[in-house]
């Protein structure tokens, strides 16, 4: 029995059900098949306090597509889910929801703030996953992984005790970032930089014995009260004589040295620039090599401390201002220069980061970054678009040591224990219960690991890694990690580098980078500008295929899109049309939905053959496209398909057939079903719901009804179902079509009005076949080939188009009278605009008073009427 359709299709009484039924069903189960080919994709993991934003729609979207494409292939295909524990920020919120109860973390103690921590993680943890379901995305949520859950803690301890005992992890004092707000830590690819307004204060640094100074500019003028010295090239001639003299630090009774250092630049401001070993990581280098005093002024919130002296305790700008006013009336500041300059912030709240000395735990990156900068070089990792790989290897090639200590509670504890008896420092992979020095007890380091630093860890990690596991052997390494441009330094590098160092094989082959989601205008979604857009409310009003279909479409691989509304609604009424063109075939369908098998090739109609081949050309170019993760091309040749050839054309074409019954009804019909089945399998990753419900309906030949499309077999290329020949005549008789009804349009032709065409070719054959399409797209009401003495009207509107040419009476089309008194009054109103235009143009006062724009814009008024009342003589010459 053949399954009905509602008149419309409503989403929301769809999607639900359809997406359970996948679940029931365990579509999305991974598999491990002797012999098979996996296809593994890790979720770049959303954070665990997140909400579901348009850059994670356009993420998901674009892995589902990839995930259900190679399913439909036949491969074993993973599609890992989970979360990150997202330390800072996860922190932050429980620190602010603390605040309105008046606690603080130290009021309540590190275990009941751990116990508070892992109930906020139970309650919201689950949220942007269930909104991950929403999308239809096609995890195996059998899988789920959280980047403190047993297994990925038990490959952190791993990792980190594996590093240390190779000397790759130390702890050490070194210039950091450092968040005032966060008070934490920070890795170099957790500091963006912002342009802001700022200002060079150029100050004099008097010398200690005799007369002069050195004249330095600096954009943080209270950080002085940290210089122990002042630097100039050793080659800079104008101070040689001067290196080794000392200079009294303005507004304090300090002396410093003047020294050469070949990191001063000559030709950069006055050649001469302060040093400030504890407030500036090149300063730092400086402070080591001349081995200066480090001098902090700043406390961990960013307030001046002790050694400030009378400033101890302001805010640091506050400090700035008081500065810069105590140098201008001490004549020491020479001058004020505003400036607008690069400031890094804290990635997380946009506090501006303060560069200082601290003890901390770091990586060493260089030996690790020479395999991972390899693997990206020989071809073993690929980025798409290339252009990327430029933006990795400079990172890669310029990279400081990772600090990975953060000084907050909620995060993986760094697996280092003190014993304050003997002085021993352990680092173990479990607890350990005493010294194993002298048995005393022991103390663990308070802080905790960077969040990248568990996340780099994900690909091999989730998959049971340290353990020889069977997903691990199977699965890893991934296939595509699909991703932002914005975290390929934060977390693409590191999984490299990490994957190589720990599994001896890179994590995956292919990273695909997508651009950001702006909005209609170009600028970025933000809350804070008004322009952000839930995805869930665009799903609740479009529906999920809707959304899906619109971000896949246009989208390009590493290019910034533009989100639209409107192109929701497009995309909405896309699926509309293919609803109804399901309710079509399933209208002529018999009552037991039996569909005859499709005709021998010889058998078949032009206009059959015709879709038949276009259908297997799409076949090859959606494939090829999808492995050129061409995503939104593929998604705009489907559409172009199935809106124009398939429903446009042969769906039109194949009416006449349908309603006059019989076998060739029954062929119609079968190449209808075959061809919008194969079609749907294509479409199926993009629009998910839709397809599936359509797909129900089809008749069991076809492969639906009986099972799911996402586990049907994808469409292959077939060279036997290409048909140049026929494509070409019919492609000739669509063209002829097309200009007889743009001709009408153009003369304003009613579509009530049918008119006879003669047809002048070499082919006759292919139109008389055609007659009938003529009479039903073109608005003829006969069809007449020349020969047999035949000859083509004399008053009549001739097209030519092809192979042939086309003639129609021109009074079966038109009322001559009314059309030439029509057409004789549009002239007299635009030669009377023109006159008035010309009178303009030709007046001295209007050329010499009027702005040049208002004069040039009437030229190009003139120049349009001109071109349209010639334009009307020649019809009116016609008729």
Known sequence: MKKELAKQYEPSEVEARIYQSWLEKDCFRAERTPGGKPYTIVIPPPNVTGQLHMGHALDETLQDILIRWRRMQGYDTLWLPGVDHAAISTEAKIVAEMAQEGLTKEDIGYEKFMERAWRWKEKYGGRILAQLRALGSSCDWSR??????????????????????????????????WCPCCQTSLSDAEVEHEDREGAFWHIRYPFAQGDGFILVATTRPETMLGDTAVAVHPEDGRYAAQVGRMLRLPLTDREIPLVADAYVETDFGTGAVKITPAHDPNDFEVGRRHGLPVRNVMTEDGHMNENAGIYAGMDRYECRKAVVAALEAQGLLLKTEPTRHAVGVCYRCRTVVEPRVSLQWFVKMQPLAVPAIAAVREGTIRFVPERFEKNYLRWMENL?????????????????????????????????????????????????????????????????WPEKTSDLDYFYPTSTLVTGYDIITFWVSRMIFSGL????????????????????????????MGNGIDPLDIIAQYGTDALRFALATGNSPGNDMRFSEEKVAASRNFANKLWNAARFLLMHLPADGAVAPLPETLALEDADAWILSRQNTLVREVTESLEAFELGIAAQKLYDFLWDEFCDWYIELSKPRLQGGGEAAGQALAVLVFVFGRTLQLLHPFMPFLTEEIWGSLPRAQGGAHGSI??????????????????????????????????????????????????????????????????????????????????????????VCGGATISIPLGELVDLAAERARLEKELAGTEKQLNGIRAKLGSEGFLSKAPAQVVQAQRENAAQLEEKAAALRETLRAL
């Not at 490959?155 to 790759?168: P, W």
């Not at 040591?401 to 993986?412: L, M, N, P, V």
């Not at 006879?756 to 055609?770: D, M, R, V, W």
């Open 710 to 799: 996402m586990l049907s077999r994808w469409p292959e290329y077939d060279e036997s179902r290409c048909f140049p020949v026929q494509e070409a005549r019919l492609q000739a008789v669509m063209g002829a079509i097309r200009a007889v009804r743009n001709r009408r349009s153009e003369m304003n032709v009613p579509p009530s009005r049918r008119a006879k065409l003669f047809i002048e070719t070499a082919q006759p054959e292919i139109y008389a076949a055609a007659a009938v399409f003529f009479q039903r797209l073109a608005g003829a009401s006969a069809v007449e080939l020349a020969g047999g003495g035949a000859a083509p009207p004399k008053d009549a509107v001739r097209i």
């Open 400 to 464: 400081r040591d990772w600090c990975i200590s953060r000084q907050i509670w909620w995060g993986h504890r760094i697996p280092v224990w003190y014993c304050d008896s003997c002085g021993a420092q352990i680092c173990a992979k479990e607890d350990p219960a005493g010294c194993p020095h002298c048995g005393a007890a022991l103390r663990q380091d308070p802080d905790t690991l960077d969040t990248w630093f568990s996340s780099a860890l994900w690909p091999f990690s989730t998959l049971g």
């Open 144 to 177: 789920e992984r959280f980047t403190m859950d047993e297994g990925c803690s038990r490959a952190v301890r791993e990792v980190f005790y594996n590093l240390y005992q190779k000397g790759l992890i130390y702890r050490g004092e070194r210039i950091i970032n």
């Open 501 to 528: 160092e720990h599994t001896g094989r890179a994590p995956f082959s292919t990273v695909l980078v997508h651009g950001l989601i702006r909005d209609a205008q170009g600028r970025k979604m933000s809350k804070s």
